[in-house]
Each structure stands twice: as C-alpha cells, then as structure tokens.
T-cell receptor
C-alpha cells in the first residue's frame, strides 16, 4: 500500500518570506499523481497544486511551486512571498493512476503559521 | 456549480443513536470518497465508490459503519449505534475520472456524547 509522510508537524514563516514543506511517499508504481491541499480553519479542503508523475517539469501555481524528485519519492511545496492567509494545515496526497487503486492517500499534515 | 454538498454541517448525538451523514457529489463526477479526520489519525479513507459501486471499503472501522450510493447524485454514511470514539469530521469528496484531483465538501463535524 502507498504511504505518504510529512515529517514536519509544524512550520512557521515570516510574512513575505519563503517556506518549504516536505513530503515523501512510498510506492512501487511508476504512474501516479501528487497533490498539495490546504485546509484553513474553516476546514474546507482546497487544492493548491498537482503534479503528474510522468511530467519532469515541476508544477507552479502563482506563489506555489513544487520540487518533484521521482527517484527520491519526494514532493515538497514551496510557498514564496508568504501571506497571512497562507496560514493553514497543508496535506500532501498521492493518487495511483491504476484504476484498481484509485483512492487518494494523505500524509499527516503540516501546520503552517505565518508571522506578521 | 455548487460543489460537493454535505449535510448536516454539525451533528451532536447521544451514544447509541443512529447517525446518517449525507453527500451530494458534483454532477458528472463518477468517483465518490468518504474520509474521516481526527487529530490522532489524520485523514482516513473509509470507503470509495466508482459509478455508484463500492470499490474499497477496507477503511470502514467496523460493522457499525455502512455506506450507500443509490444513485450518481447521492450517498450516505450511516453509523449505528454511534459511540463517542466516532466523534470526528467526516468529509465527502468526488472526482471525475481516475486521474484528477478530488473536490471536497465542507465536512460534517460529528460529536457523540
């Protein structure tokens, strides 16, 4: 079974600075998808960014970018120019591209605090 | 599109009572997932459906939990009888196809006293 590990339970960053959240995963598959979700205090799960494993280019969405290292099974999220509204729980998730195992598996989450 | 709709948003019930959580996925989505979120265990997949058929229910904690999807626009998660350890936030999510991100509902916060 696939597992997703987020080794940083909490992180803090100064407003306007850059922070990187770590995620590693374990899989024997070669085709899969990776996601970062944000969960603010409202508890709504919001997709931040996605990455297809077959793509070598790292995904970018405005201030959010990833560092996808397939061989190392690493998928970190970089937040640039951090804003107060970025404070939230962040979850890394894995989804197999194999139709028989299509569930979304989540890491334990990282709580990000942004200091003004 | 209204997104994934869950009801109720909050539920407080007494131990031993039956609880039914409801979910309406996004129209056209063919996958539906039920997750439970607690501080201790994080986000756990309980069960998921594809085209209304349960595919994997290995995450359902025990026989007290059951889930149905009678049609493409509605699913329920039932707990009978409920216990205090079932207190958690329950999320429903849906996707279109097998290779896209999941869209989540607002969740139901269940408290069993």
């Amino acid at each position: 079974a696939q597992t997703v590990t987020q080794s940083q339970p909490e992180m803090s960053v100064q407003e306007a600075e850059t922070v990187t959240l770590s995620c590693t995963y374990d899989t024997s598959e070669s085709d899969y998808y990776l996601f970062w979700y944000k969960q603010p205090p409202s508890r709504q799960m919001i997709l931040v960014i996605r990455q297809e494993a077959y793509k070598q280019q790292n995904a970018t969405e405005n201030r959010f970018s990833v560092n996808f290292q397939k061989a190392a099974k690493s998928f970190s999220l970089k937040i640039s120019d951090s804003q107060l509204g970025d404070a939230a729980m962040y979850f890394c998730a894995y989804r197999s591209a194999t139709s028989s195992r299509n569930m979304l598996t989540f890491g334990g989450g990282t709580r990000l605090m942004v200091k003004p | 599109d209204a997104g994934v709709i869950q009801s109720p948003r909050h539920e407080v019930t007494e131990m031993g009572q039956e609880v039914t959580l409801r979910c309406k996925p996004i129209s056209g989505h063919d996958y539906l997932f039920w997750y439970r979120q607690t501080m201790m265990r994080g986000l756990e997949l309980l069960i998921y459906f594809n085209n209304n058929v349960p595919i994997d229910d290995s995450g359902m904690p025990e026989d007290r939990f059951s889930a149905k999807m009678p049609n493409a626009s509605f699913s329920t998660l039932k707990i009978q009888p409920s216990e205090p350890r079932d207190s958690a936030v329950y999320f429903c999510a849906s996707t279109i196809g097998a290779n896209t991100e999941a869209f989540f509902g607002q969740g139901t916060r269940l408290t069993v006293v």
